[in-house]
């Protein structure tokens, strides 16, 4: 046996000697098969090696180019400027209506008008607010001079923005919690408010933690302000991206932190599905904070950990700039909590979105009266903001 596989070996075939007696017919038909199908002669070593060498493959893919996606990364990068935030005086006529009812005032489209009048000519305003988001009537609405609002901001360097979701209805199916509406006809709204000077969206959608909150609502959440977020950016507009954990509930900062994770998580994956443009948002999301009726109050050093925590694990940093909504908090309270995150460098732009904490001592101040204005345009004129932004 061993003459015959040293004389397999000098020949080059790769074959079974003669099979013993042990040896089964399949055996032989299985290396006849290899050599004649498989093992080149030494001849052709080398030009099977050449052939068998990879080649190159060419990959197709669509890139998304939108018509506006220059002038969205410019405005964006507007907004989110060092040392500015943003005014959100977008309120509805009903909720504007609360508001006025707090000092006494009917909701009147003239007492309305008298009162957005003084937010928007507040001296040396655009030092600190580079964008202010409007309610449609707003947008198309004059000063008590008869000046159009749009033309105040864009003088003073500040981006008009527009509320365009239709507000919270009931989500069938869900643990009594809701749903944004708006989508139907909201590229063609949006084409006309582009028209009319606005150059950046606000949609707001709430998640509930004592309601659960359910998978169904985080979806919708999430899946909605993904559409609305592709349609602004086909229409020119920058969407700012908002979707709200309720400060409602006795549960503590940690479990805010875990449902936060989930809802942006959600949140980015549609969006990535429905092709936006991280470097063409913004983000308006809440501050990690405990519950309102949380017995464990947190530090503003803590909000601040949870906060950039959750970010530096969820939002890319291809996003220019996170702008936190106050939820519910004093103008004190919420001041604090974000000058805490901004005493190191971050990825984004990390300033306000703010309303309440923004509006309440000026509207309380003003009490609808005339002799009163120059008193609530006086708390405007901020030496500088308690916080900065640290260079990028």
């Not at 199916?173 to 006309?192: I, K």
């Not at 990690?288 to 601040?304: L, M």
Request: charged share 20%.
């Amino acid at each position: 046996k061993d003459c015959k596989e040293k004389a397999c070996v000098k020949e080059r075939v790769v074959a079974p000697c003669s099979p013993l007696p042990s040896e089964k017919p399949e055996a032989m038909a299985s290396a006849t098969l290899l050599k004649s199908s498989f093992l080149p002669k030494k001849s052709e070593w080398g030009a099977t090696r050449q052939a068998a060498a990879p080649k190159p493959v060419t990959v197709s893919m669509v890139v998304r180019a939108g018509a506006y996606d220059d002038e969205l990364v410019k405005t964006a990068k507007t907004i989110a400027s060092p040392g500015r935030g943003i005014l959100a005086m977008d309120e509805s006529n009903a909720t504007c209506g609360k508001r006025l009812a707090s000092i006494g005032l009917e909701n009147t489209e003239a007492n309305r008008q008298a009162y957005r009048t003084l937010l928007v000519t507040a001296p040396g305003l655009g030092q600190y607010i580079s964008g202010a988001i409007l309610f449609e009537e707003t947008l198309y609405q004059s000063t008590v001079d008869g000046k159009k609002i749009v033309d105040i901001l864009t003088e003073q360097k500040i981006v008009p923005g527009i509320k365009v979701d239709k507000g919270l209805v009931p989500l069938a199916g869900s643990n009594n919690e809701s749903w944004c509406q708006g989508l139907d006809g909201l590229a063609s709204r949006e084409a006309a408010y582009y028209q009319q000077g606005a150059r950046f969206a606000k949609w707001r959608t709430v998640v509930s933690i004592p309601n659960g909150p359910s998978e169904l609502a985080v979806k919708e959440a999430a899946w909605g302000l993904a559409r609305y977020a592709a349609i602004s950016q086909d229409n020119g507009l920058v969407p700012i991206v908002e979707p709200e954990i309720l400060l409602d509930g006795e549960h503590g900062i940690d479990r805010t932190f875990e449902v936060a994770q989930k809802v942006w998580a959600e949140t980015f994956f549609y969006m990535a599905e429905n092709n936006v443009m991280f470097e063409g948002i913004l983000l308006k999301p809440s501050m990690v904070t405990p519950g309102a009726e949380c017995k464990d109050r947190a530090t503003p050093e803590q909000v601040s950990d949870y906060t950039l925590k959750l970010l530096h694990r969820r939002i890319p940093p291809a996003v220019p700039g996170i702008m936190f909504l106050s939820g519910g908090q004093s103008e004190v309270e919420a001041t604090q909590n974000l000058n805490a995150m901004n005493q190191g460098p971050n990825p984004w732009h990390v300033s306000f979105s703010y309303a309440r904490a923004l509006q309440n001592t000026c509207l309380k101040t003003w009490g609808g009266q005339p002799e009163n204005v120059k008193a609530a345009l006086s708390l405007h004129q901020w030496p500088r903001p308690p916080w900065r932004s640290p260079p990028r």
